[in-house]
């Protein structure tokens, strides 16, 4: 175990994989796989895998064309990642829905699809403005049938939830928030491992009210906890990593036991993936209390301050919180 920057974990995570299985490709677009350790070692998949299993120092920049051939790679049994940057974050959609999701029904179960969409997210910051701060795509490849979705927020989630959706025999989109990137990181082991699909975590045990957030509102959610705290409200927090296969279980376990659910996320408020998790605790728990925010339904403005109005921050957080245990 030690302490690793979130990119190091991920791709070190990438090459493991790669040197257990001589078919697997990565190809990517814009952030070429080079990293360094804290201790000064160089992690360079093009140099030690080559051009033939990855996009060496670079391809064109177009996504489809990348999408594609990494998923006509997994479709022929190689596993394949293709990375896709944050800017392009749903050029892949229509291969993942209409080829990726389907094969193995279509094939009645005979063919796997090996292949991960290592997605970047966008974020809610100042200066992008529309084009490239959406947020809560995560929820749209969710809604394609045969297509698995997760969603890490720290280096040790990031490592084990790309591994996994590498081993795994259907799809995977990986979604990577690069504000969950800073700060203290947990220890990542040196190994390969797992973190299970369709596992949530609970970060913090509490008995008043139940909070669900995943990256990148658990940025917000770390600052909202301590105040919320002094609010004088016991709060169990947990953090999905994987919204499909979602684990409801965990989820309704503990709304169960608060009587109350807060649903906090960085998508828009329409159709939003919150949506679905309440609609999945409350069916499974009668008469529990519920509430989410979100980003309203406005692209993200350039200025910062109108950022920051918009945003479901900590204050939000906690004067969210208050509210619904009035009811």
Same mark, same amino acid.
């Given at each position: ?176 928030? =690069?504000?969950? $990137?800073? &700060?203290?990181?947990?220890? *990542?082991?040196?190994?390969? !491992?797992?973190?299970?699909? #369709?596992?949530? /975590? ?51 376990? =503990?709304?169960? $036991?608060? &009587?109350?659910?807060?649903? *906090?996320?960085?998508?828009? !408020?329409?159709?939003?993936? #919150?949506?679905? /998790? ?50």
């Amino acid at each position: 175990m030690a302490k690793k920057p979130y990119a190091y974990a991920q791709l070190e995570g990438v090459a493991q994989e790669m040197r257990k299985n001589k078919d697997m490709v990565f190809f990517y677009e814009y952030e070429t796989p080079i990293v360094t350790s804290p201790t000064g070692e160089v992690l360079d998949l093009i140099k030690e895998f080559g051009t033939l299993r990855t996009s060496g120092r670079g391809w064109a920049i177009d996504e489809t064309w990348l999408v594609g051939s990494a998923i006509g790679v997994a479709a022929a049994g190689s596993p394949a990642i293709v990375r896709i940057p944050s800017m392009a974050s749903i050029f892949a959609i229509e291969y993942v829905y209409n080829q990726a999701g389907k094969l193995r029904s279509m094939t009645g179960g005979q063919a796997s699809m090996p292949f991960v969409l290592w997605q970047g997210g966008g974020g809610r910051s100042k200066g992008s403005a529309g084009q490239h701060t959406d947020v809560g795509q995560e929820g749209l490849y969710a809604n394609l049938p045969g297509v698995k979705v997760v969603v890490p927020s720290n280096a040790y989630d990031a490592k084990g939830l790309l591994i996994a959706a590498i081993r795994d025999p259907d799809p995977v989109v990986y979604f990577d928030y =690069s504000e969950v $990137k800073s &700060g203290e990181q947990p220890d *990542v082991p040196d190994e390969a !491992y797992e973190v299970p699909l #369709g596992k949530a /975590v609970v970060r913090q045990p509490g008995k008043d009210l139940t909070l669900v957030a995943w990256a990148p509102a658990t940025v917000d959610v770390k600052r909202a906890l301590p105040m919320i705290a002094q609010a004088g409200i016991s709060v169990e927090y947990i953090d999905p990593r994987s919204l499909k296969p979602l684990d409801v279980d965990t989820l309704v376990a =503990s709304a169960k $036991k608060t &009587g109350r659910l807060l649903v *906090v996320e960085h998508g828009h !408020y329409t159709n939003g993936f #919150g949506s679905h /998790v309440i609609a999945e605790v409350v069916q499974a728990a009668p008469g529990v209390k519920a509430k989410k925010i979100s980003f309203p339904d406005v692209p993200g403005p350039g200025a910062q301050g109108m950022m920051a109005w918009l945003r479901p921050d900590a204050p939000k957080i906690l004067d969210a919180a208050i509210q619904i245990m009035k009811v």
